[in-house]
């Protein structure tokens, strides 16, 4: 598998498992961190935060192979770029939340960052 098909398959699990998360507490409602250990049942009997667990580590495992075929230097601002400039449109498109001009600007500008760290 080409470093780039591992690349997308950590940073498309990575978007999933905090989708899957989010639409879980949505689910739950707001907890405080002092009602976390007495949610702790609730929380990890949700379908949707155990789908979202399973995304991440999932991603932790293919970053794993990620970082066995690319420097870390490389590796890491390109996935974590990736995945918050694509966890802000989805937060836009599926959760309705606010896009401000700034926020483009600030994508447009981590995209840019990407294209000149993954550039040789």
């Not at 970053?63 to 989805?90: C, E, Q, R, W």
């Amino acid at each position: 598998m080409s470093r780039y098909m591992v690349m997308l398959f950590v940073v498309t699990f990575n978007i999933c498992g905090h989708v899957f998360l989010k639409i879980g507490m949505n689910q739950l409602g707001a907890i405080t961190p002092t009602a976390f250990l007495t949610n702790f049942s609730r929380i990890f009997t949700n379908i949707a935060v155990l789908v979202g667990l399973f995304c991440y580590v999932s991603s932790v495992g293919g970053y794993m192979v990620l970082l066995s075929k690319i420097d870390i230097s490389i590796a890491y601002p390109i996935v974590t770029s990736l995945a918050y400039g694509a966890i802000i449109l989805v937060s836009f498109f599926m959760f309705k939340e606010p896009f401000s001009l700034t926020k483009w600007i600030g994508l447009v500008l981590i995209l840019g960052g990407v294209l000149l760290v993954g550039t040789k």
